[in-house]
Structures are given as C-alpha cells and as structure tokens.
C-alpha cells in the first residue's frame, strides 16, 4: 500500500511545497496528492517539479479538481486543462465530483447529462494516458455505494475509476468493507479521514472546509473516530498497487499526518519506506 498527504491540508497555511515535500519524504510518505487549485498556482519555471519531486522519493499519484460537469461548452477545456497538470506533475490519475446535486434531488435528465459529459471527460483523460476517478461523496451522484453502481453503468468508459472515501460511504449507511468489495474492479484510489461521530458529518460539507473560519470540531485521527477502519485496512494492505492518501481537513496537520501514517503502518505491517499516498 503506497501512502500520500494531500496538499488540501495545508490550504490554509502559508507552507512551501518544497517543505512539504522535505517532510512527505522524511516521514515515510511516498506520494503527495495534489489539489487543483495548487497544481494551477505552481509556477512552471519552479524548480520542485514532478523530476525534483522523482529525486526525492516521491511522486504524484493524483492531481484533484472540480471539473464542470453542468457546462459542456466549459468541460472539454477544463478536462484538458486538468490533463495537462496532471502530466506537468507525472500524475495518472485526476480525481473530481460526480456533479453537484445528491441522486434523491436528480431527475432522470440531470442523470443522462451528467453520465454524458463524464463519459466525454472520461474519452478526453483516456486519450491523454489517464484515468478519471469520481469521488463517493455526499450531494453528488455517487454518493452510496448503488448510486456510484448506477453511474458507472450510465457512464460505461472503461477510463472511469473511484476515488473510494470509505467515511463518505459510511455517512451514506453503506458498510465500507461490503462496498469495497462490490467497487474493487473500478478502485484506483482512497482517501481516509475519520470523524467523531454521526452528527459531526456535517464538517466535511465543501463550503465548510474550505472556509478558514469553518468549523473543526469532530475532526480527529484515522483511529480515534467512530467508524473503524481496521477492516478496511486489513483489506487495502492485501490490495495489489493500492494507493491512498490521508485527507487531513483540521489543525496540527503535521502531526496528524504522521499520527495516522505510524498508526497504519502497525496495523498493516508496512516498513518505513513501504509505498504510502495521503491526499
């Protein structure tokens, strides 16, 4: 199991990504997942590119973005524009929103269009050597496990993948272990974050988190929440090629971060410098 941090823990933090990656590389992180907005922010003359990145040890498993699946005259562009940061930076995979409207607010035409620009995403990634991976995520049409088995059969492109957040599919009712099983042919990423229980969900809402005066509370470490992930992990450590990143959204970043990295590198039997992703 490879290991990353995600850049979106440091939105709020005036931090180098030089120094980010220093100290990805000195505490046993093999990749940092980078959120769109950095990747767009990073100046192409710098020096700390996807080669400076390589001589450290590390790499870019995904560069995740927004992509405006509501607006086809806005997506071709926008996909490519996303494809070519993620190939600036080495990254194989872009991660976005299955849209913005939850499947019990969807109607029937809001499903096929959204299932048609994915799929016209999907043939633009594929033709650039990358997958599109869409996030299990409340207000969005995967947001349990039958809704993102219903979009990827509407979608049918063998270049959609999930990016699995196993806190999202809990929040929906489903149990992780069973959706994994259900969802392995399509994973090729995972994020993980925990919470301290049921009525602290609400946290996570985007407008929340990206906020700097947004609320924290119920935001603790992997295996101090009220879902536990041990199962899961067990499961993801015997998983060919897994990747996944640490999705931290409160405070002390750095020692949240390395907290959960020591903490499943125990429980998974991984070695220091076993391939870890967190984003």
Request: charged share 20%; proline share 4%; aromatic share 8%.
């Amino acid at each position: 199991m490879r290991l990353s941090l995600c850049t979106i823990s440091f939105r709020h933090q005036l931090i180098d990504l030089k120094d980010i990656a220093f100290w990805a590389r000195d505490s046993g992180f093999q990749g940092i997942e980078l959120w769109g907005a950095h990747a767009r922010n990073q100046s192409p003359l710098a020096l700390y590119n996807a080669q400076w990145m390589a001589a450290q040890g590390l790499s870019i498993p995904m560069v995740s973005d927004y992509l405006p699946l509501h607006d086809l005259a806005l997506l071709r562009q926008s996909t490519l524009d996303l494809c070519r940061q993620a190939q600036i930076w080495g990254a194989t995979k872009m991660r976005t929103f299955a849209g913005m409207t939850a499947t019990a607010d969807a109607c029937p035409d809001q499903r096929r269009k959204t299932a048609r620009a994915l799929r016209e995403a999907c043939a633009i990634a594929q033709d650039n050597g990358l997958k599109l991976l869409i996030e299990t995520h409340p207000g969005t049409l995967a947001d349990s496990l039958a809704a993102t088995c219903d979009l990827i059969s509407e979608t049918n492109h063998p270049g959609l993948a999930v990016n699995f957040d196993a806190i999202h599919l809990w929040e929906a009712g489903d149990d992780p272990v069973v959706a994994h099983k259900v969802l392995s042919p399509y994973i090729a990423h995972y994020h993980l974050k925990n919470i301290t229980s049921r009525d602290r969900l609400g946290v996570f809402a985007p407008a929340n988190i990206y906020s700097a005066a947004g609320d924290r509370d119920g935001l603790v470490s992997l295996f101090d929440g009220a879902y536990d992930y041990r199962p899961l992990l067990t499961l993801m450590a015997k998983t060919p090629q897994c990747e996944a990143s640490l999705e931290w959204f409160g405070g002390n970043v750095f020692a949240a971060l390395k907290t959960d990295l020591n903490q499943i590198r125990s429980l998974t039997d991984l070695p220091h410098d076993a391939s870890v992703n967190a984003g």
